[in-house]
């Protein structure tokens, strides 16, 4: 059975969703997955992926719709929701300081196809993050913000 999701978590999904329906048409396909699980940096086999979306895609037309696609994020999410954020933490923290900074997290909204957010916005995102305001995100500032998604 799928786990509840908060609000702030479907929001979040659409989010991902619309950005990676590259053409906009309401669904998206293996080859759009691929490239978000990639820029997203979760690692995935090509087979382990397509078995994914064959239990997902209850309709067999070969494309996830944004239901599909909550159930989809939901099965390739680990139940150790703390193991996988450190992962992907340590994955955005490029010079492995244990923070992350704001030129990682420009790096990271990049990756993720926000390609045009600008300086003030990519502060309004860390000071929302950033709950210390020390200016950079620590691990723990990470997992409670991100931690609805997984």
Request: aromatic share 8%; proline share 2%.
């Amino acid at each position: 059975m799928p786990r509840q999701l908060t609000k702030e978590a479907m929001l979040q999904l659409q989010e991902t969703f619309k950005t990676f329906d590259q053409d906009g048409n309401g669904f998206v396909d293996l080859n759009e997955i691929e490239t978000m699980l990639k820029q997203l940096k979760i690692p995935f086999s090509h087979a382990t992926i397509v078995k994914a979306m064959q239990k997902i895609d209850t309709d067999g037309n070969g494309y996830m719709d944004f239901e599909e696609f909550v159930q989809f994020m939901q099965m390739i999410t680990p139940d150790d929701k703390q193991k996988e954020l450190r992962a992907i933490f340590e994955k955005i923290d490029d010079n492995h300081n244990g923070i992350i900074e704001m030129n990682e997290l420009k790096e990271m909204m990049r990756a993720i196809g926000h390609l045009s957010l600008s300086e003030a916005e990519l502060q309004d995102m860390m000071k929302v993050i950033d709950e210390n305001g020390d200016g950079v995100i620590s691990f723990e500032e990470f997992a409670k913000f991100f931690g609805d998604m997984l």
